[in-house]
C-alpha cells in the first residue's frame, strides 16, 4: 500500500515535471519575452528601450536556459527557465509582472476562496446526494420523471444566470444580502451566504442526475437481490447496500476536487467580489500578467494531483478490495 | 460580373465539411442496417425527436449565418470593387435589424427610447422627454393612440402566417410517411396525432408547432419594432441573439471535431498496444488533465492573443482575427478536453483487444493496424458518437463562460458570452434593463435543453449502460 | 399429501422491449414439506423468472399477470409488499446462480448474514453473532470464526455459494429456492455444494425447488421434476419414472442429446430448429415445428395434460390415452435407432481418408515442455517478484485427424495452453513443434506463413463473431491474410462452400452476427476457421456456453468435419461427458502441469491420479439409480499464484504421501500411451 502510493506520488512528481516543461514552452515558445513586452507596453509606448527594461525589470531578458556569461552553477541557474519554472517546485513564485509578491498574495488570498467553496462544496455534496437517492427511491415514478426533468433544465442554465439571477432576487428585490464585498471573522457570512447557495444550485443538475445514474447501475446488480431476499426493506437496502457501493464511484469524481477548492471559482468570487485566488486569477487574465497566470497553473496541477493521490488513499478506506490487495 | 464573391472563412469551411461529412454518413448508415438501428431507436424517442426538431432550427439559422460574401460596390469605371465587410447570408436576411439602429437603449416592442433626453421643443423651450425610435414602431403616427392595435393585427398576422406555414409543413411531412408506407395521408395524420406511428410524429408536430406559433408574429414585427429592444449601442437585441447561435453551435461542435482524432488515435492506441505506448500516453493525457481546463484555456488563449497583437498584417479584417480567434479557441477547447474522451476510449479497446473475434484474427496473422482499423474502431464509435452530443451543450455553456472572464470569442463577434457580458451591469441600472438578459438565457437555454434532450436519446439508444462522467 | 407450496396457473411477462415477452405462461406446479422439487429446461425457458415471480423479486420490466402462489395455503401474489418482507428470507429464502455477484462486495460476510438473522429474529448482540457462527458450521465453512469477518472478494466460488446458503438457512425457512445453485462452480465444488445442500435439506426437512439445466443434477437432488420449455411445463413426473422413461419428445430429445461414452460412435439427437420467440401468443403446441413426433392437429390444437405413468403427465397430444403413450414410446425408440444407423453410414471416401491418416502415425504436433509465465510486479519499483505459472512444462502430442481432449476445472491453464500453442500469447518455454518447425522460435513474418495451418475455435459465441463485420467478410478475413484463394470470386466460392458444410445458407453472407443465435455463430466460428484449411484446430470450449440440444449440434458438425477433412482437434474442455464423446486421448489438467494422459478408454474408465478419480466421480451423471461414492475433494483449487510444494494437488489428495509435499512426481507408465505423475505408483 505504502510502495503504491509512494509511486503514485513520484509520478505525480513527473507529470509536475511535464506541466512545468509544458508551460514554459506555451510562455516562452510560443511567444518571446520582446512579444509579451510589447503586448503589456501597449502600441503607443513601445521602442526597444522600453522593451528592454520591462524585460531586465522581470528578469526575461536572461538567456532561456544556458547562460554563458556566467559561470559554474549560475550557468544554469542565471536562466530564465530556472528563476520562473524551477523554483515553482519549491514554491517561489517570484514577483508578478506587476511587482507584487505573489507568494504573498496566494497565502492571503486561499482563505477567502476556501471560505465559500468548502460549505459549497460538503452542503452542495448532501444536497446532490439526498436528490439522487430521492430519485433512485421514487424510480420510474412521475416524481423521478419530474425530478430528471428538473435536472436536466438546470444543467441547461449557464452558471452565469444563477449568479445574476440570484443576486438580483436576493440582492436586490429582497435586500437579503450585500450584493458582493467581503469582511472578515463572523460578518464574512452575511457575504458568503449567497455565494455558497448559488454555488450548491448551480450544481444539482448535473451532479444529481449523475449520481442517479450511479444509484440505479448499484441497484440493479445482483447483490441488491440478495438483499431484497432477505425480507430487507427497500429504504434499508438503499442505505444500507446500495450507498454503500455507489460511494466508490462517487469518491472517485469527488475526492479528487477537494485541494481544489482552494483555487476558488473564477466567476463567483469576480461577480461577488471576494478577494480570493479566483478573482486574483481573472484580474491577472485582464490585466495579462503572464507571471500569475503561470504560477496559478502550476498549482492548480499541484492540487490535482494531490487530489489524485487523495483519491487513491480513500479508496482504501471504502474499498474492501483494494485495501486488502 | 458578380453581385457579390463568396468569402470562405476558416470556420464556414469547417462548418461546411462538417455537414459534407454527416450526410455522408447518414448516406453511409443508411445502407447497414446494424449502424441504421440505433438511430432508428433514437427516432423513435419523443423527446429526442422534439429537441432535434428544434436544434434543426438553430441549425439552419447557424448555416445560414455560415454562407459569407462580400458585395460588390457601385461600379466605378469598369472594375468591379467588392465591399470590404464580410457579411453572411443572415446578415442579409436580417438586414431590417441590422441597419436599424437606435441611439441607446429601448425596451421590446418599444416607440420610444428607453433614457430621457433634452430635446429642444418646438417652441424653443429645452425639455427632458422620451425621444421616439428612429426606427421601432416609426411608421405609427400616435405611438399612444395606435401601438396597441398595430402590434395586436401584426402579431396575428404573424400567428396566421405561422400556423399556416406549420400545417404545410406537417401535412409535408404526412405526405412523406404516408408514401414510404403506402397509406393515405389523413390516415397518416391521424396515426401520428394518436401517437400510433413508430417515429413520434406527434412531438416533432408539437416542437414545431410552438417554433411556428413564435416565429411568425416575431417574423411579422421585425421589420417594424424591435422585438427584444435595442442594448446601449442601441442594437436590436433579437439580431444579436440570432448571430450569437452560429457562434455557439461552431464551438459546440467544432471543438469536439478538433480533438476526435487525437482521442480516437491515441486512446486506442494505447488500450491496444499497452506497455510502454500506453505509459506515454496516459503520461501526456495525465498532463494535460492535470492543469485546470479554464487556466490552461486561460494561459493558451493569453498566448494567442499576443501572437495574435505581434502578426497583424496576417489577419487584414476584423471578421478574418474574429474568425482565427474562434477556431484557435476550438482547438484549446478541444485540447483541454480531449483527455476524457482518450481515457474512455483507452478502456474500451483494454477491454476489445480481449475479445474472442480480435484473437481469432490474429490467429490469422492480421496486421496490427488492420485489426485497428477493422475490429476496434467500429466497435468504439457509439462511444465517440455520445462523446460528440454530450460535449456540445458543454462547450456551449463554456463559451459564455470564457468570453466573461476575457478569455472567449473576440469581443468584436457576437455570442452569447459578449452578450451576456456587456448585459450583466444593467441588471443593476435604474431602471432596470432586462431585455438582453433575457434574451440571451431564453435562447441559451432553448438550444442546449435542445441538445441535452438529444443526446439523452442518442445515449440512450447507442449505449444505455454507458456511464458518462467518471474519473475526470 | 399436502402442498406447501402450491402455484397456480402462473403467468410473468418482461415488458421491456417493444412486445412484452411472455416469460412464464400458466405455469403451476405444487412442493410438498420437505420435498425437493426440479424445475428443469434450457436458458430462456422461464424458469428463473418462475422462482423470481414466486418471490417477487421480478426485475423491474417483469410483472405478474395472473395466476396464485400459495405458500402453506396463503396467496403471496396478493399480500402487500410489507407482508411479503416477512416471508422473503424467513418462510422461503432463495439463492442464487452467481454467488461472486449475489453477495455485497464492501460488507463482511459475517454482518451480511447477520443481517439476515437480525431481520427476522429478535436476536440481538453476542447472541447474533453465535448464531452466525452456527450457521457458517452448518455450511461447513472453515475456520468459521474467521471468515466472518472476511470479505466476499477474499473467497473462492464455492465459499461464496456456502455463505449464501447460510444467508438462506439464517431463520430455518420452509421453502429454499435454488437458482442454478452450482452452475457457476466447478465439478469438485459443485459435488461439495450439492452435498452439503441434499444434507441440509434432509436434516432440517426444509422443502427445495431446485433449478437447473442439468439433468445429472437433477437426478441426484430431486424427488419430482418439472421440464419446462418456452414459458411453459411440459412434464412432471416423480425422478425415477422421469428418468426411466420421459415421456415428452422434447424430454425425450434432452437426454439423447446428452454426450456420453456409449453414443462415441453415434451421432447425437439434436433438436432442429430454435425455441419460439416467447412474444406471440401460442396457437399449438410450442414444441410443435421441432417435433419429430408431431401430429396433424399439433400445431393449432393447444395439448392438455395427459397422464403417462403413475404421477407422470405430460402436455403432449400423444398422451390423450394411455395406449397412445405406450405406442409413441416405441416410435421414440425406433427413431432413436434409425439415428444410430444413420451414423455409421460413414462414406468409403472418407473411411479412406481417415485409415489412411490413422495409419500414417507421425504427430502433427507435438508440444514439448510448454510454459506460460505471466510476471508478478510488485512494490516500488515494479520489480518481478514472483511468476504466475498459468502453464508450466505441458508436453501433448497431437496425431493426424485425432482429438486430444485437454480437460481441467477453471483456471487450471487449459485455455492458456490452446493460446499458448498458437502464440496468441507468449509462451515463455518450451517448444511447439508443427510438422517438425517449432513455431516458437519463428518471427512474425515467418510465424504468419504457419498460421493457416493451426486455426481456434472460442467459447463464447458472442464475442467470437465481430458485431460489425458481415458474414462473408469475416470468413474471408483470413483467407485474405494468408492469402488463400487467389481472386475474389475463388474466395467467394469457397466462402459459399464452408458456409454450405457447416448447414448455413449462402445468403447468410451480407448479414451481420446479431441475426444469428447462439449455435449459428458457433457455427459460423467454425467455417472461420475452416476458411484457411488448417490441419488442427483448437477447440477452446467450444459448446460450454451453448444449451445441450445445440451442443449437439455443434458436436455432430465437428465430428463430422473431422472425418471429411481429416483434421486434428485439441479439445479443450470441463466438459467429461463432452471429452468422453469426442476425444481419441484425454489429458487431465490440474494447476498448469498435465497429471495424466492416455487413450479415453484408459484415463476415464481407469484413472489413475486421485485428481482424475475425483474429477470423475464429481461429475453428476443423469440417472438416479447410479450409485457411485463420491470422492470427496478437500477444500478450493489453490491460486496458480502460490501453488503448493511439490505434488500441486497433495493438500487436497486423500491418499497424500510424505514425499507428495515436497517432490514433483516423475511421469509413470502403465502402458504406450497411459501415463501419470503421482507418488502412489512409485514402486511400480
Redesign the interface.
Known amino acids: 500500500m505504502t510502495a503504491y502510493i509512494t509511486r503514485r506520488l513520484i509520478?505525480g512528481l513527473?507529470?509536475?515535471v511535464?506541466?512545468n516543461v509544458?508551460?514554459f514552452a506555451?510562455?516562452f515558445f510560443?511567444?518571446s519575452p520582446d512579444?509579451?513586452a510589447?503586448?503589456q507596453l501597449g502600441a503607443k509606448r513601445v521602442t526597444p528601450e522600453a522593451v528592454a527594461k520591462w524585460k531586465h525589470e522581470r528578469g526575461y531578458d536572461k538567456p532561456l536556459f544556458l547562460n554563458e556569461k556566467s559561470t559554474g552553477v549560475a550557468k544554469l541557474t542565471d536562466t530564465v527557465f530556472f528563476e520562473k519554472s524551477a523554483k515553482l517546485f519549491v514554491f517561489e513564485f517570484g514577483a508578478s509582472d506587476q511587482g507584487r509578491n505573489i507568494g504573498y498574495d496566494i497565502s492571503t488570498r486561499m482563505w477567502p476562496s476556501l471560505a465559500v467553496q468548502l460549505p459549497a462544496f460538503i452542503i452542495g455534496l448532501l444536497v446532490y446526494i439526498s436528490f439522487a437517492l430521492l430519485m433512485a427511491f421514487f424510480r420510474a415514478t412521475y416524481l423521478d420523471f419530474w425530478g430528471v426533468v428538473l435536472c436536466?433544465?438546470m444543467?441547461?442554465?449557464?452558471?452565469?444566470?444563477y449568479i445574476?439571477g440570484g443576486?438580483?432576487v436576493f440582492g436586490?428585490l429582497w435586500n437579503l444580502v450585500p450584493?458582493s464585498g467581503y469582511d472578515t471573522g463572523f460578518d464574512a457570512i452575511k457575504f458568503l451566504a449567497l455565494p455558497v447557495l448559488i454555488g450548491v444550485i448551480s450544481g444539482i443538475g448535473s451532479s444529481a442526475r449523475?449520481y442517479r445514474?450511479?444509484f440505479l447501475?448499484e441497484i440493479s446488480k445482483d447483490y441488491v437481490r440478495t438483499a431484497r431476499a432477505k425480507g430487507l426493506s427497500e429504504t434499508r437496502v438503499l442505505f444500507r447496500h446500495v450507498l454503500q457501493n455507489a460511494m466508490i464511484?462517487i469518491l472517485?469524481?469527488v475526492v479528487?476536487v477537494i485541494p481544489?477548492l482552494f483555487?476558488g471559482a473564477?466567476?463567483t468570487e469576480s461577480f461577488f467580489g471576494i478577494p480570493g485566488l479566483g478573482s486574483y486569477?481573472?484580474d491577472a487574465?485582464?490585466q495579462?500578467d503572464?507571471a500569475i497566470?503561470?504560477v496559478?497553473?502550476f498549482l492548480?496541477?499541484v492540487l490535482?494531483?494531490i487530489g489524485?493521490i487523495l483519491t487513491d488513499i480513500s479508496y482504501t478506506l471504502v474499498d474492501p478490495r483494494v485495501r486488502f490487495s | 460580373m458578380m453581385p457579390f464573391i463568396v468569402e470562405w472563412l476558416w470556420s464556414d469551411a469547417l462548418v461546411w465539411l462538417l455537414v459534407v461529412a454527416a450526410i455522408g454518413f447518414a448516406l453511409y448508415t443508411r445502407r447497414h442496417?446494424?449502424l441504421r438501428a440505433p438511430w432508428a431507436r433514437v427516432a423513435r424517442s419523443a423527446s429526442g425527436m422534439a429537441a432535434a426538431t428544434v436544434l434543426a432550427a438553430f441549425v439552419l439559422v447557424g448555416l445560414m449565418d455560415s454562407l459569407h460574401y462580400r458585395a460588390a460596390l457601385p461600379q466605378q469605371g469598369g472594375k468591379t470593387a467588392y465591399a470590404t465587410e464580410v457579411r453572411s447570408l443572415l446578415d442579409r436576411v436580417l438586414e431590417p435589424l441590422r441597419l436599424t439602429r437606435e441611439k441607446t437603449y429601448s425596451a421590446p416592442l418599444a416607440t420610444h427610447l428607453y433614457a430621457k433626453e433634452t430635446v429642444q421643443l418646438q417652441d424653443g423651450t429645452e425639455a427632458r422627454v422620451f425621444p421616439r425610435l428612429r426606427h421601432g414602431g416609426a411608421h405609427l403616427k400616435d405611438p399612444q393612440a395606435d401601438w396597441c392595435l398595430d402590434v395586436a393585427m401584426k402579431a396575428f398576422r404573424g400567428l396566421t402566417f405561422g400556423l399556416l406555414l406549420w400545417f404545410v409543413v406537417a401535412i409535408g411531412i404526412c405526405a412523406a410517411v404516408a408514401r414510404g408506407r403506402d397509406a393515405g395521408i389523413e390516415m397518416v395524420w391521424r396515426d401520428a396525432w394518436a401517437g400510433r406511428t413508430e417515429v413520434p410524429w406527434r412531438a416533432v408536430f408539437c416542437a414545431l408547432g410552438l417554433l411556428c406559433i413564435l416565429i411568425g408574429p416575431v417574423a411579422a414585427l421585425a421589420p417594424y419594432y424591435h422585438v427584444l429592444g435595442t442594448d446601449k449601442v442601441g442594437q436590436d437585441v433579437l439580431y444579436q441573439a440570432l448571430k450569437s447561435i452560429r457562434t455557439g453551435l461552431v464551438i459546440g461542435t467544432l471543438a469536439t471535431l478538433v480533438m476526435l482524432p487525437f482521442a480516437l488515435v491515441l486512446g486506442l492506441m494505447a488500450g491496444y498496444f499497452k506497455g510502454w505506448v500506453d505509459d506515454l500516453i496516459q503520461?501526456l493525457y495525465?498532463?494535460?488533465?492535470?492543469?485546470?481546463g479554464?487556466?490552461?484555456i486561460?494561459?493558451?488563449v493569453?498566448?494567442?492573443?499576443?501572437?495574435i497583437?505581434?502578426h497583424a498584417e496576417l489577419f487584414p479584417t476584423t471578421e478574418i482575427r474574429a474568425d482565427v480567434r474562434l477556431l484557435a479557441l476550438c482547438v484549446i477547447l478541444g485540447v483541454t478536453s480531449w483527455t476524457g474522451l482518450c481515457r474512455l476510449l483507452r478502456g474500451e479497446a483494454l477491454k476489445l483487444r480481449e475479445?474472442?473475434?480480435?484473437?481469432?484474427?490474429?490467429?490469422?496473422?492480421?496486421?496490427h493496424w488492420?485489426v485497428m482499423m477493422?475490429?476496434i474502431t467500429?466497435?468504439v464509435m457509439h462511444i465517440v458518437m455520445i462523446a460528440l452530443v454530450m460535449d456540445f451543450?458543454g462547450l456551449v455553456?463554456a463559451e459564455?463562460?470564457l468570453s466573461?472572464?476575457?478569455?472567449g470569442v473576440d469581443p468584436s463577434m457576437i455570442s452569447?458570452g459578449t452578450m451576456?457580458n456587456s448585459a450583466?451591469l444593467e441588471?443593476?441600472r435604474e431602471p432596470m434593463v432586462w431585455w438582453s438578459?433575457a434574451a440571451a438565457?431564453v435562447f441559451?437555454?432553448t438550444l442546449?435543453?435542445a441538445?441535452?434532450?438529444f443526446a439523452?436519446a442518442v445515449r440512450d439508444a447507442f449505449d444505455p449502460?454507458l456511464?458518462v462522467?467518471?474519473?475526470? | 399429501m399436502s402442498a406447501l407450496l402450491k402455484v397456480t396457473g402462473l403467468s410473468t411477462l418482461i415488458c421491456g422491449g417493444p412486445l412484452p415477452v411472455r416469460a412464464v405462461d400458466g405455469v403451476s406446479f405444487d412442493i410438498a414439506a420437505g420435498e425437493t422439487f426440479a424445475l428443469v429446461g434450457e436458458s430462456g425457458c422461464g424458469k428463473s423468472m418462475t422462482a423470481l415471480s414466486i418471490m417477487r423479486l421480478l426485475p423491474e420490466a417483469g410483472e405478474i399477470a395472473g395466476g396464485t402462489v400459495e405458500l402453506a395455503g396463503e396467496n403471496l401474489l396478493a399480500l402487500p409488499e410489507s407482508r411479503m418482507r416477512d416471508v422473503r428470507g424467513r418462510r422461503v429464502a432463495m439463492i442464487f446462480q452467481e454467488p461472486g455477484l449475489s453477495l455485497n462486495p464492501v460488507m463482511t460476510v459475517g454482518a451480511q448474514i447477520a443481517e439476515a438473522v437480525t431481520r427476522h429474529t429478535a436476536l440481538t448482540g453476542a447472541a447474533v453473532e453465535a448464531r452466525v457462527l452456527e450457521l457458517l458450521d452448518a455450511v461447513r465453512m472453515p475456520d468459521a470464526r474467521r471468515r466472518m469477518t472476511e470479505y466476499p472478494f477474499q473467497m473462492s466460488g464455492g465459499m461464496k455459494q456456502r455463505v449464501m446458503i447460510a444467508i438462506a438457512l439464517a431463520c430455518d425457512p420452509d421453502l429454499l429456492i435454488a437458482d442454478e445453485p452450482t452452475t457457476a462452480l466447478d465439478v469438485t465444488v459443485q459435488a461439495q455444494v450439492l452435498e452439503l445442500l441434499r444434507e441440509l435439506q434432509r436434516s432440517r426437512g426444509m422443502a427445495m425447488l431446485l433449478i437447473t439445466h442439468d439433468l445429472g443434477v437433477v437426478a441426484q437432488m430431486a424427488q419430482r421434476v418439472a421440464v419446462m420449455y418456452a414459458g411453459e411445463i411440459i412434464e412432471t413426473a416423480p425422478v425415477d419414472l422421469f428418468f426411466a422413461g420421459p415421456a415428452h419428445p422434447y424430454s425425450r430429445k434432452l437426454f439423447e442429446s446428452l454426450p456420453d461414452r456409449a453414443g462415441r460412435g453415434k451421432t447425437l439427437a439434436a433438436i432442429r430448429g430454435t425455441v419460439p420467440a416467447l412474444t406471440r401468443q401460442f396457437t399449438g403446441c410450442r414444441f410443435a415445428e421441432r417435433c419429430d413426433s408431431a401430429l396433424a392437429h399439433c400445431a393449432d390444437t393447444i395439448p392438455q395434460w395427459g397422464a403417462v405413468r403413475e404421477g407422470q403427465r405430460a402436455k403432449c397430444h400423444l398422451y390423450g390415452s394411455d395406449e397412445r403413450g405406450v405406442m409413441s414410446d416405441e416410435r421414440g425408440e425406433a427413431s432413436a435407432e434409425r439415428g444410430v444407423m444413420n451414423d455409421e453410414r460413414t462414406s468409403p471416401r472418407e473411411t479412406a481418408v481417415r485409415s489412411s491418416l490413422i495409419t500414417h502415425h507421425s504427430s502433427l504436433l507435438q508440444v514439448e515442455d510448454l510454459q506460460v509465465h505471466f510476471p508478478i510486479r510488485k512494490g516500488l519499483l515494479q520489480r518481478v517478484t514472483g511468476q504466475v505459472k498459468a502453464v508450466d512444462g505441458v508436453s501433448l502430442e497431437i496425431a493426424p485427424c485425432r482429438t486430444l481432449g485437454l480437460v481441467g476445472e477453471s483456471g487450471c491453464g487449459k485455455t492458456t495452453v490452446g493460446?499458448g500453442l498458437?502464440r496468441?500469447v507468449a509462451p515463455t518455454g518450451g517448444r511447439v513443434l508443427f510438422d517438425g518447425t517449432d513455431l516458437l522460435t519463428l518471427k512474425r513474418s515467418a510465424?504468419?506463413g504457419r498460421?493457416r495451418h493451426?486455426?481456434?475455435i472460442?467459447?463464447?459465441p458472442y464475442?467470437?463473431?465481430?458485431?460489425?463485420?458481415r458474414i462473408g467478410d469475416?470468413l474471408e478475413?483470413?483467407m485474405l491474410?494468408?492469402g488463400v484463394g487467389a481472386t475474389a470470386e475463388e474466395r467467394a466460392t469457397r466462402i459459399d462452400a464452408l458456409l454450405a458444410e457447416v448447414g448455413l445458407a449462402a445468403e447468410v453472407k451480407g448479414r451481420?452476427p446479431?441475426e444469428f443465435s447462439g449455435g449459428q455463430r458457433q457455427r459460423i466460428?467454425i467455417a472461420?476457421?475452416l476458411s484457411?484449411e488448417p490441419q488442427l484446430i483448437v477447440c477452446d470450449e467450444p459448446t460450454s456456453a451453448l444449451d445441450v440440444s445445440v451442443q449437439a449440434q455443434i458436436l455432430n458438425l465437428l465430428k463430422r468435419l473431422q472425418r471429411s477433412k481429416g483434421l486434428a482437434y485439441l479439445f479443450i474442455s470441463h466438459n467429461m461427458a463432452v471429452v468422453e464423446y469426442m476425444a481419441d486421448e484425454v489429458a487431465v489438467m490440474y494447476l498448469g502441469r498435465i497429471v495424466e494422459r492416455g487413450t479415453v478408454a484408459e484415463v476415464l474408465r481407469n484413472p489413475r491420479h486421485p485428481y482424475t478419480q475425483a474429477l470423475l466421480s464429481a461429475v453428476p451423471v443423469a440417472d438416479p439409480q447410479a450409485a457411485r461414492p463420491v470422492i470427496r475433494v478437500a477444500g478450493d483449487l489453490p491460486s496458480p499464484l502460490n501453488p503448493p510444494q511439490g505434488c500441486h494437488f497433495h493438500p487436497r489428495c486423500g491418499a497424500a504421501l510424505p514425499q507428495c509435499a515436497t517432490q514433483f512426481p516423475d511421469e509413470k507408465t502403465f502402458s504406450a500411451s497411459h501415463a501419470t505423475r503421482c507418488h502412489l505408483y512409485d514402486r511400480a
Open positions: 509520478y513527473f507529470v509536475l511535464g506541466v509544458f508551460t506555451l510562455f510560443v511567444n512579444d509579451m510589447r503586448a436536466v433544465l444543467m441547461s442554465i449557464s452558471g452565469l444566470f445574476i443576486q438580483f436586490k450584493i449523475w445514474t450511479i447501475e464511484p472517485t469524481g479528487v481544489l483555487m473564477l466567476i486569477t481573472i487574465i485582464s495579462q503572464f497566470v503561470r496559478m497553473v492548480g496541477s490535482y494531483i489524485l | 442496417p446494424h503520461y495525465t498532463t494535460l488533465s492535470s492543469i485546470p479554464v487556466l490552461l486561460a494561459a493558451a493569453l498566448m494567442m492573443q499576443v501572437y497583437e505581434n475479445m474472442e473475434y480480435i484473437q481469432a484474427a490474429h490467429a490469422f496473422g492480421v496486421s488492420r477493422r475490429h467500429p466497435n451543450s455553456l459564455a463562460v466573461y472572464v476575457g478569455v452569447f451576456i450583466r441588471m443593476a438578459l438565457f441559451m437555454l442546449v435543453l441538445a441535452n434532450l439523452d449502460r456511464i462522467g467518471g474519473r475526470s | 493460446k498458437l496468441l510465424l504468419r498460421r493451426a486455426q481456434i472460442f467459447q463464447d464475442a467470437s463473431l465481430n458485431p460489425r463485420v469475416a478475413e483470413g491474410a494468408l451481420y446479431h466460428a472461420r476457421a484457411v
